[in-house]
């Protein structure tokens, strides 16, 4: 009898253990870190956290998700690559000629560029990767431009794209058509590129291992071999940080990275994304743009920032991250400047006066979305607003708000497939397959479509920022910010580079 | 009330009732009054450690602890008592009739209870509620669904057992009424067990919830519970905020050891 006392106290007690051991353990080992990270410096490789599985295909045309395309830049390129101040830099090309009235643009090839698999790159692959390209790309703001090339063909090495009318961003697209052998089948499973990596192996909901391409043209890349480990929880890789198995981890906020051992150093860089409260039109309350103003009025930006990042964090005001210098618009990010009265007044206005019920859905892995919903949240009902956080998994994020339109709000954040407007436009225009938040704004469609179609490069860009003004002026969604974010790196790491895109460079990190 | 401590007049029992006492105290007021409201977001006292301003500190959005902690327990526990309603009720009544009747009925529930206990309990819940989604009403019909077997089991042989006794047979010669006979002439002499596995299930109860929001399948984000805020606590144990976790840990720990020890100490007088 006393036993069973002393045994249920125990029990009680071990309650307190459900804290320290809730993620997945460390499949390393955490306690062997130290000579973890020691052998893996000796034979020159790291090991990256990376906070989701990437896409169930990897082929250079089917990279759905931004973590899967950050990871495979190391793999694959392009005819001109970009380089982390936004310009675009000759690749698989050497150098490119435009005739005169931008319609023809012909490609010098980089002769004796060798593939992972031994195969060397011909104009026939070029051409035929556009072809595949255009026809299959998940992409399908590239697909759309790629329809614009009417002739492709080769002409004494040089490979000559004739369009149908002129483009000045063309170059942007042409450095996010990868470069693929015409001859290889097995893309989705076993990619194979012409990158400063070649890809290994990979494990489902596990890992991806690279390793370093001796054949590459270029500069070789300094570290021998990459394994990203996947972890789905946060925390999870917050210990594996710790307990030294990681060498490297991305996109962290500032908790995360707050309290972190001197064997890191921390980097602070900008995601490169749209963070904002989408809102889904197709939900009744959310039709009216009156509603969505109030939102946009409930919503104090800065305290959420102060709140969730220490006040770090770039305000965005419309579909466009400061990094895209030229198009950013500073005078829309306090468009809607906090003021709750205005908010309940346009709410009552819109016959909502007692609020209504909003679900805010959030991808359960990315912290930062979780908690900036979670700020929202307690924002919105400061109007009178039912405002609720549901989290769910990333997959069923994907399947149910993002493909299936099944939400009434969501906080995420999206990225830019390629450095032009049209990548964070693109998405809002009525009748493509991308427009989660089912917006219909003809004066946005019609500024989008003058756009792309405007040869003029300053037109060109005064018509996307009034597209992107637009989406400001028909309080689309409740933009937010562009999130400030934090890499964790062993301190005998260097050479990290921050892109104006959604990108991790590995090719210049060097122990 | 003085019967009971006469009745139960052991260690456990006393310790156990001035803990669950004062926790449910607290509980009660912490849904009438809290010293901050709970929700309410402070930039200024984000991650506080205790002070006397905040009793038991900030998290990491600078709500105050101590507030969230008693109404999370509060939601805990009305959850609890809903799962151990639902799951002694419909276990009682389960047990009551397979016990008393026996026969076919018998063989095809029990069955059933066999097969829902054979499963791990928690594996069962997690399963359901991944496909139901989070949401307190979820977790409440889902947990109580889990709990029914170990009641109806628990019953069922008291039931059978007493069934058997002369006063039983007495009465059924006499001509009473079966279903008088189940309520009042059984039912009664099955509470020193009954009531000890009601006090154990909640025990069990406070511990499924929270480890159901734990696991992110309980209560949804914008809701609190002690779960959940456990759950949410781990981030930050590492990052100079471990005082969240061991407030919110040592809130399961004394609901639980509560009830636990009052169910021992019913336990303990036979």
């Known amino acids: ?511 | 009330m003085k019967k009971l401590f006469e009745k139960h007049n052991n260690w456990f029992f006393k310790t156990g009732f001035v803990i669950t006492v004062f926790m449910v105290t607290l509980v009660v007021i912490g849904q009438i009054w809290t010293p901050y409201d709970p929700a309410a977001m402070d930039a200024a006292a984000k991650a506080q450690g205790p002070s006397l301003a905040h009793f038991m500190g900030t998290d990491n959005f600078g709500r105050d602890l101590f507030s969230r902690v008693l109404e999370g327990a509060g939601a805990t526990l009305i959850i609890a008592f809903f799962v151990v309603l639902l799951g002694a009720g419909l276990g009682t009544l389960i047990g009551a009739l397979t016990g008393y009747f026996g026969g076919v009925v018998d063989e095809v529930l029990m069955r059933i209870c066999d097969a829902l206990t054979a499963f791990p309990s928690v594996l069962l819940a997690l399963i359901i509620l991944a496909i139901l989604g989070p949401g307190r009403l979820n977790v409440i019909g889902v947990l109580g669904l889990v709990f029914i077997p170990s009641f109806a089991r628990i019953v069922r042989t008291e039931f059978a057992r007493i069934k058997k006794l002369n006063y039983v047979s007495l009465a059924k010669l006499q001509g009473v009424p079966t279903g008088r006979i189940l309520l009042r002439h059984i039912l009664p002499n099955i509470m020193p067990v009954l009531l000890p596995a009601i006090s154990i299930g909640f025990n069990n109860a406070v511990l499924a919830e929270a480890s159901m929001s734990f696991l992110g399948v309980g209560v949804s984000a914008s809701e609190v519970s002690l779960g959940r805020m456990l759950s949410d606590s781990q981030n930050y144990i590492l990052r100079g905020l471990p005082w969240y976790a061991i407030f919110v840990g040592l809130t399961i720990v004394l609901l639980i050891l509560g009830f636990s020890l009052l169910g021992e100490g019913m336990r303990q007088e036979e």
Not at chain 1, 8 to 33: E, F, H, S, W
Not at chain 1, 262 to 272: F, I, P, Q, R
Not at chain 1, 282 to 296: H, M, S
Not at chain 1, 303 to 320: D, F, N, Q, R, V
Request: one cysteine or more; a negative charge; aromatic letters at 10%.
């Open chain 1, 1 to 511: 009898m006393k036993k069973r006392g002393i045994a249920l106290l125990l029990t009680a007690l071990m309650l307190l253990g459900l804290t320290a051991c809730g993620g997945q353990k460390d499949p390393t080992g955490g306690t062997k870190a130290p000579t973890g990270a020691d052998a893996r410096k000796a034979a020159n490789e790291i090991n990256v956290g990376i906070a989701q599985d990437l896409s169930s295909s990897l082929g250079p045309y089917q990279l759905a998700t931004a973590g899967t395309r950050e990871v495979m830049f190391n793999v694959f390129e392009g005819l001109y690559k970009v380089d982390p101040s936004g310009d675009f830099k000759p690749a698989l090309a050497t150098d490119h000629t435009v005739s005169a009235d931008g319609l023809v643009y012909s490609f010098t090839i980089r002769e004796g560029v060798k593939y992972h698999n031994g195969a060397v790159m011909t104009a026939q692959d070029v051409i035929h990767s556009f072809k595949t390209c255009a026809e299959s790309s998940v992409d399908s703001s590239i697909k759309k431009i790629l329809a614009n090339v009417k002739d492709l063909k080769e002409e004494s090495g040089k490979v000559v794209m004739t369009l149908e009318k002129p483009d000045s961003d063309f170059l942007a697209y042409v450095s996010s058509v990868y470069i693929s052998p015409a001859a290889y089948t097995e893309q989705d499973t076993k990619p194979v590129g012409t990158g400063p990596f070649k890809f290994v192996s990979r494990t489902v909901q596990d890992s991806v291992v690279l390793e370093r391409s001796d054949a590459y043209w270029g500069e070789k890349a300094g570290l021998n071999r990459i394994t990203f480990k996947i972890f789905e929880n946060i925390t999870a890789m917050m210990t594996a940080l710790e307990a030294g198995s990681l060498d490297l981890a991305c996109h962290l906020d500032t908790t995360q990275v707050k309290g972190l051992s001197k064997e890191y150093n921390v980097l602070e860089g900008s995601m490169n994304l749209v963070q904002a409260l989408y809102l889904n039109h197709e939900y009744a309350p959310l039709k009216d743009i009156r509603v969505r103003q109030a939102l946009n009025y409930a919503v104090d930006v800065d305290a959420m920032l102060k709140l969730t990042a220490e006040g770090h964090g770039h305000k965005l005001g419309t579909s466009i991250y400061p990094a895209f210098k030229k198009y950013f618009d500073e005078s829309l990010v306090d468009a809607y400047p906090y003021n709750p009265e205005k908010a309940k007044s346009l709410l009552a206005e819109a016959g909502y006066a007692n609020g209504f019920k909003l679900t805010i859905t959030v991808p359960s892995n990315y912290t930062p979305h979780v908690n900036t919903g979670m700020v929202l949240a307690e924002q919105l009902k400061a109007v009178g607003i039912e405002a609720g956080v549901q989290e769910v998994e990333w997959n069923t994020w994907l399947t149910d708000v993002y493909q299936g339109h099944k939400f009434e709000a969501t906080v995420c954040g999206f990225d830019a497939s390629t450095l032009t407007a049209n990548a964070l436009l693109g998405r809002y225009e009525s009748t493509s397959s991308k427009n989660m938040c089912s917006y219909k704004g003809t004066q946005f469609d019609a500024f989008l479509k003058e756009a792309l179609a405007t040869t003029d490069d300053s037109r060109r860009t005064e018509l996307f920022k009034s597209a992107a003004k637009c989406l400001s002026d028909d309080a689309v969604n409740v933009y937010l910010q562009d999130l400030a974010e934090y890499v964790a790196i062993r301190s005998t790491l260097k050479g990290f580079t921050f892109y104006p895109l959604y990108v991790l460079d590995l090719s210049k990190v060097t122990y």
